[in-house]
């Protein structure tokens, strides 16, 4: 399974852009890359999910280059209410049960 | 998507007691998982209990320790028994219904905060 890296924790101002960047030099060919959101007292929910270039949603953007041993998850404008625990997870999407190492995750905190 | 809730949704118990942690899900799905989640710390999966098979347990995770129930495509139980403080943590089951259109997207539940004393 990939091993995914990221940077422990992230500050950033409210109506600021912030991108989260995660390593996984190891990913497979049919591995796709999907970060999930954690707020405190909350399980994880799926924020986007991609294979390649780039993805976009109504709450993010995902940016993953040619060789993918890499990702960005580009949040537009945050708010305060972004602070939360970002993880990217690497896994074969061909099969089901196949995305479920959680790396330490991004801790985000905005700032007013 | 898929709705789930646990029960309960936090305790206190004594140490070398047993508890059970139910996990609901309003919709049929066949995999399902149980994590662990230390304060602060990342998720660790402990098992997938999938229905009609008995559980596959990760790596530093044993049945006697953590057994499972998977009676049904809805339901699940993880006990924690024999309980030390080095077991409080949060306690959360996820499913994977498969029908989100994006691939091994899990669904969770809120968790259940276990504090032993």
């Known amino acids: 399974l990939a091993k995914t890296t990221q940077p422990i924790s992230m500050d950033s101002y409210e109506g600021q852009e912030v991108n989260i960047t995660c390593s996984h030099n190891?990913?497979?060919?049919?591995?796709?890359i999907t970060w999930y959101q954690q707020f405190p007292s909350q399980g994880p929910r799926f924020i986007i999910q991609g294979y390649k270039t780039k993805v976009t949603n109504e709450v993010a953007s995902l940016f993953i280059p040619a060789d993918r041993k890499s990702s960005t998850l580009s949040l537009p404008r945050v708010s305060l209410s972004d602070t939360a625990v970002y993880y990217c997870l690497v896994g074969d999407g061909n099969n089901a049960g196949n995305m479920l190492t959680f790396g330490g995750g991004t801790r985000l905190m905005v700032k007013p | 998507s898929a709705v789930i809730s646990q029960k309960p949704s936090r305790d206190i118990c004594q140490r070398g007691t047993s508890l059970t942690i139910q996990c609901q899900v309003d919709s049929q799905v066949t995999m399902m998982f149980w994590y662990r989640q230390q304060p602060g710390q990342s998720l660790t999966l402990i098992a997938t209990a999938n229905q009609g098979s008995e559980a596959t347990y990760e790596s530093g995770f044993v049945i006697d320790k953590f057994p499972i129930s998977r009676p049904n495509l809805t339901f699940s139980t993880l006990t924690v028994s024999n309980m030390s403080p080095e077991d409080s943590s949060i306690y959360l089951c996820?499913?994977?219904?498969?029908?989100?259109?994006?691939?091994?997207?899990?669904?969770f539940g809120p968790g259940t905060r276990l504090t032993v004393l």
């Open positions: 996820s499913v994977e219904p498969g029908t989100s259109g994006r691939y091994n997207e899990q669904f």
């Open positions: 190891n990913i497979a060919t049919n591995d796709y």
